[in-house]
């Protein structure tokens, strides 16, 4: 039983195309983040969110927009897609801000 | 200066080592600490949380020193399977920050 779960696990599309990523968590947390690890494997905060509510954005661009539908779920809507863009998308939850999160599978998502 | 500072390796060692990694931070105000590990093409995976106390976690113990701004994983008995990169992460409240991770290779 997938704890974190994120669709597609890949997504390989051209530059200037808008496309989104999903998040579902049954782990009844409160919190759910995505984080872009990039091909250096530097993995960086992008948003934050605590019951649908978004608590951190780390100055993302906002061609990138998440949406919280509800506390499960933590959608990530990218626009107008640039080369820089090519990463690995990983989602986590955890049940507050402070304890230990538990990943998706990440989503490779490649820009041509 | 970057948060939180690993030595990137790789840590080459024979089956049976012990290795130690080691990470500083540099916000005091930090809350929590975590030491994940990420297999290639995989998500991170929590393999601790890190107290004040040290704990300890069959052949895994690790260490905080917070008047240092310091964490220590050591790994007793190396495994095959202990390959992987170690990261490091500290918890800012809502906001998590990785190390760049360590690289370990254990070698038969």
């Known amino acids: 039983d997938t704890a974190v779960s994120q669709t597609p696990k890949y997504l390989v599309t051209q530059m200037g195309n808008d496309k989104s990523i999903k998040c579902e968590q049954n782990?009844?947390?409160?919190?759910m983040y995505w984080y872009k690890q990039d091909s250096k494997k530097f993995l960086k905060i992008m948003f934050s969110?605590?019951?649908?509510?978004?608590?951190i954005n780390e100055t993302v661009p906002n061609r990138f927009s998440p949406k919280s539908p509800d506390k499960a779920h933590l959608n990530l809507h990218i626009n107008s897609l640039e080369l820089g863009d090519s990463a690995v998308y990983f989602c986590?939850?955890?049940?507050?801000?402070?304890?230990?999160?538990?990943f998706g599978p990440g989503t490779r998502l490649t820009v041509l | 200066r970057k948060e939180v500072e690993q030595d990137p390796g790789p840590f080459n060692v024979p089956e049976g080592a012990t290795v130690a990694f080691n990470c500083t931070y540099s916000?005091?105000?930090?809350?929590?600490f975590f030491w994940y590990r990420q297999d290639c093409r995989k998500e991170p995976k929590l393999l601790m949380s890190?107290?004040?106390s040290g704990n300890e976690d069959g052949r895994f113990t690790a260490q905080l020193n917070r008047a240092s701004q310091y964490i220590s994983l050591l790994i007793r008995d190396s495994k095959l399977s202990d390959s992987a990169t170690y990261l490091c992460?500290?918890?800012?409240?809502?906001?998590?920050?990785f190390g760049t991770g360590t690289r370990l290779k254990v070698l038969a």
């Open positions: 986590a939850s955890s049940q507050t801000g402070a304890d230990e999160q538990f």
């Open positions: 782990l009844g947390h409160d919190t």
């Open positions: 969110y605590n019951n649908k509510e978004l608590i």
């Open positions: 916000n005091s105000a930090s809350q929590s």
């Open positions: 890190v107290y004040s």
């Open positions: 992460v500290v918890n800012q409240y809502y906001k998590y920050i």
